[in-house]
């Protein structure tokens, strides 16, 4: 399972500030599936491969074609079970896009979970995957505190709804016996993201493009974050510890917080 989520403030110049790094973002096989969910004039559009492949898969490919400041891709491996265009990672709703990289166990959850959310998001539900479900309960909890359209909702808030999420199906799972297997989670409406590091080792980098004259550019900023094997780590990325959540603001500054409600 591979996952990538960025931010930048200068779209046109995404594509030249991931090249140095781009071997980071390829997805070794098998791949059964991938997508890329990115923002661009205030829509969540999405780019998605159900198709399996026995090649790696360079997820830095499509953005040389895409402007946007603020992308989420994901590819998913070994085959999980789930197939399709509707199961296939990123999912949206409006303006939020999300993705989880792992898979636990929510079948026998699902009854209790889906109470929680309301109708008008459960019609959103196109297939079947534990991250869709997880995703939607993460939507009733913003729908809860009124939040789910706001466009400049403060970073701590979408923080402790992810938190409130995991800990709800959390308990959904230890009624019926289940537990864990939530990898990484990352939620963002295009202006913020927050990305929960749980189970699965998370990178994290500052993004930087040269000038005409081979200087670093200051008038560019970005961050980016890496989940799952493949490629090589390089140079300038640093680890997430366990149990935190990396918030990254607007103006593309960024912060670490103990992930709890």
Not at 15 to 22: D, F, G, K, M, S
Not at 53 to 60: D, F, I, R
Not at 239 to 249: E, F, G, K, L, S
Request: charged share 25%; glycine share 8%.
């Amino acid at each position: 399972m591979k996952l990538f989520a960025c931010m930048c403030n200068q779209p046109q110049r995404l594509w030249a500030a991931l090249a140095p790094v781009r071997d980071t973002l390829v997805a070794q096989p098998p791949v059964t599936r991938w997508g890329m969910a990115y923002s661009q004039g205030g829509d969540v559009l999405l780019v998605r491969t159900p198709k399996s492949s026995q090649k790696p898969v360079e997820l830095y490919g499509p953005l040389a074609e895409i402007h946007s400041d603020c992308v989420i891709a994901q590819a998913v491996g070994a085959d999980d079970g789930y197939a399709g265009t509707d199961n296939t990672a990123p999912f949206r709703f409006r303006r939020w896009m999300f993705s989880m990289t792992g898979t636990p166990k929510l079948e026998a959850a699902a009854p209790h979970l889906l109470e929680h959310i309301p109708e008008y998001l459960r019609r959103n539900v196109r297939g079947r995957t534990p991250a869709e479900l997880v995703f939607h309960v993460f939507l009733s909890m913003l729908h809860d505190e009124g939040a789910i359209d706001d466009p400049n909702l403060a970073v701590d808030k979408t923080r402790r709804a992810l938190a409130a999420t995991i800990k709800l199906v959390a308990s959904a799972q230890a009624k019926t016996g289940t537990e864990g297997g939530f990898g990484n989670l990352v939620a963002s409406n295009g202006r913020s993201m927050v990305l929960a590091r749980l189970d699965h080792p998370l990178e994290l980098r500052r993004l930087w493009v040269q000038g005409e004259k081979g200087e670093r550019d200051e008038s560019f900023r970005g961050v980016l974050l890496v989940s799952g094997g493949g490629g090589d780590v390089k140079d300038g990325f640093e680890d997430v510890a366990a149990n935190r959540a990396v918030m990254i603001q607007r103006d593309l500054s960024f912060s670490l917080a103990d992930l709890s409600p």
